[in-house]
Structures are given as structure tokens and as C-alpha cells.
T-cell receptor
Framework: GAGVSQSPSNKVTEKGKDVELRCDPI?????LYWYRQSLGQGLEFLIY????????KSGLPSDRFSAERTGGSVSTLTIQRTQQEDSAVYLC????????????FGPGTRLTVT | DAKTTQPTSMDCAEGRAANLPCNHS???????VYWYRQIHSQGPQYIIH???NNETNEMASLIITEDRKSSTLILPHATLRDTAVYYC????????????FGAGTRLTVKP
């Protein structure tokens, strides 16, 4: 079946502009995660949605970052007033539930802020 | 199927070292070993990663066997707050095709 998809695959934007990154999870997966991976770093957790519960936003690096998940499916990560340090690969993952379920990752969006 | 195998659960006494094993016998030469943990209702937290040398940071140590087919995460002085599910994954950084977390090890630190 279809895996996790993300769009766009690559995004180049100018400093100060807003960007929106999209994630389509695997159908039926109730949990959705956003991560980012900067050059030389491990995966950095950003935000976690589980069903209809309030998301865990503890990983968002600043108030310029926000995410929503509509109808328990598609999610959008928005970065306002982008900065060069926002350049990274942004990964989305989904799983059947929360703990102990495998997370299936999408291919990521490579964001470059110039 | 995940590229790693881990025990389903482990217990550790508070204050003692917790040693969490992971087998990754099919690891390729350019894949790194990463460890994450997930505390109930929170997202995964990065712990440590390595390629072939042992690594240490403020959270843990990572011991990788010479043949790289297995590794051990060591929490030197486990606390109750270390109770979590610990995930070992192998991946090529920035090449995330088919990357998945396995089921992980549920570590329970007991007083």
C-alpha cells in the first residue's frame, strides 16, 4: 500500500518568507510525528499528534513553528519568517498508535533558506 | 520489517547502569546506529548515534561491536525518569528511504 508521502520534496526559500510542508500519513495510522534533521545532527523531534488528543509541541524550536492535523489525517508544518538555521530535512512519520508501534517515515522535505 | 531486533522489555534498579542491547546484523557500511527513547505521551527523544567507534555524551554511552552487528546503549546511573521505550535504528543520515523504528525495548527503572 501507499506509504507516507511528503511535499514538496525540495523547497528553496528566501530568509523571512513563510513555508508550508505537507505530510500524508498511511491510511489508518492514528499517530503522526514531525522531525527535522540538520546537517551533522540526529533526528530532532518537533511535534507529535495522537488521535484527537492535544499534540505534544514540546519539540518545536520557536514560536515561528506550528503544525496542524486536519481530520486526523493530513498534517501541515508551517514555518513563519524562515531563518537560515531552519535549513534541514523535515521528516514526517506515522504509526498505528503511540508507543511500541513502528513508525513509518516519509521521504522528507529538504528545506533550504537562502 | 525493522532492521534491528531488541528485547521487548527490561527492568533496571534505580542508580544502577542500564544496558540495552540491539542486534543489527544486516547493517551496511554507511549506516549509522541511532538510539531514541519515547516517554509515555511524548515524541521520541534523540539519545546518541555512532558509526563504528564508541560514543559518549551527557545522556548515555554507545558501544558498537567491532563487526558492527550489534550495539549496546548504556545509561550509567538510571533514574525513574529514564523509564521509557528505547528504540535502536540504523540509517544512512539524510537518506531516509525505508527507515523505521522497530518496536523498541520498554525499560522500567524500579526504586
Amino acid at each position: 500500500g501507499a506509504g507516507v508521502s511528503q511535499s514538496p520534496s525540495n523547497k528553496v526559500t528566501e530568509k523571512g518568507k513563510d513555508v508550508e510542508l505537507r505530510c500524508d500519513p498511511i491510511s489508518g495510522h492514528t499517530a503522526l510525528y514531525w522531525y527535522r534533521q540538520s546537517l551533522g545532527q540526529g533526528l530532532e523531534f518537533l511535534i507529535y499528534f495522537q488521535g484527537n488528543s492535544a499534540p505534544d509541541k514540546s519539540g518545536l524550536p520557536s514560536d515561528r513553528f506550528s503544525a496542524e492535523r486536519t481530520g486526523g489525517s493530513v498534517s501541515t508544518l508551517t514555518i513563519q519568517r524562515t531563518q537560515q538555521e531552519d535549513s534541514a530535512v523535515y521528516l514526517c512519520a506515522s504509526s498505528l498508535g503511540g508507543l511500541v508501534y513502528e513508525q513509518y517515515f516519509g521521504p522528507g522535505t529538504r528545506l533550504t533558506v537562502t | 520489517d525493522a532492521k534491528t531486533t531488541q528485547p521487548t522489555s527490561m527492568d533496571c534498579a534505580e542508580g544502577r547502569a542500564a544496558n540495552l542491547p540491539c542486534n543489527h546484523s544486516t547493517i551496511s557500511g554507511n549506516e549509522y546506529v541511532y538510539w531514541y527513547r519515547q516517554i509515555h505521551s511524548q515524541g521520541p527523544q534523540y539519545i546518541i548515534h555512532g558509526l563504528k567507534n564508541n560514543e559518549t555524551n551527557e545522556m548515555a554511552s554507545l558501544i558498537i561491536t567491532e563487526d558492527r552487528k550489534s550495539s549496546t546503549l548504556i545509561l550509567p546511573h538510571a533514574t525513574l525518569r529514564d523509564t521509557a521505550v528505547y528504540y535502536c535504528i540504523v540509517m544512512i543520515p539524510y537518506n531516509n528511504n525505508d527507515m523505521r523504528f522497530g518496536a523498541g525495548t520498554r525499560l522500567t527503572v524500579k526504586p
